[in-house]
């Protein structure tokens, strides 16, 4: 039975909510890239990443609490009315595990990202000294997060939907 609100066999509301999430940070991402890179509106760039950076760590300590209040993933996914095979579960638990190496680096990644920029470049900010390594760091998290998010979609594909 589904708990969600995308109507998925097993998945919860965190589940779908942090999905949705993950879906959508894509494009709001191509957003703050055509305000640096065409508009060269450098503050608004910064307004945004902020505000993304706040809403996605909310999500993501709302979505790990509501997991281990739920018993972990593996009794989300247990709940589901069509079983998963043990093949399967284990292509769900591998799949997970690919996850997490990006799930982890990319708010490491981000963090930094966003610190360093706040700290080093004038207020509003605008192109400087840190501009090189600013330019390396955000493609850098641009790429992380981006394969969180598709790594984070497949999990809830093969656990939910397939
Ligand atoms: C993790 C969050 C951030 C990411 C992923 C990110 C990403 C990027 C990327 C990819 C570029 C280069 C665009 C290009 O190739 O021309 C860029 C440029 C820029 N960003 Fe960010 N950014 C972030 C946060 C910030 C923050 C917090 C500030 C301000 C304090 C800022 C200010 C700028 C400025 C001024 C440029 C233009 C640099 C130049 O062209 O010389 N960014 N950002």
Redesign the pocket.
């Known amino acids: 039975m589904s708990h969600g609100f995308l109507g998925y066999d097993g998945s919860t509301f965190m589940f779908d909510f942090v999905v949705t999430a993950l879906v959508l940070i894509v494009p709001a991402?191509l957003v703050?890239?055509y305000l640096?890179?065409v508009q060269?509106n450098?503050t608004a760039?910064?307004n945004l990443?902020?505000a993304l950076?706040g809403v996605l760590l909310v999500t993501v300590i709302a979505f790990e609490i509501d997991i281990r209040a739920h018993g972990g993933w593996r009794a989300i996914v247990d709940t589901r009315t069509v079983p998963l095979s043990a093949e399967r579960l284990e292509t769900v638990r591998q799949t997970l595990s690919v996850h997490l190496v990006f799930a982890i680096s990319t708010p490491l990644l981000?963090g930094t990202?966003?610190a360093l920029?706040?700290k080093r470049?004038p207020r509003p900010?605008?192109?400087?000294e840190h501009?090189r390594l600013?330019?390396t760091?955000?493609?850098l998290?641009?790429m992380d997060?981006v394969l969180t998010s598709a790594t984070g979609l497949l999990f809830y594909y093969r656990a939910f939907i397939a």
């Open positions: 991402l703050s890239l640096v890179k060269r450098y760039h910064r990443q902020l950076a981000w990202t966003i920029a706040l470049m900010p605008a192109p400087c501009s600013h330019k760091l955000g493609w998290s641009v997060l």
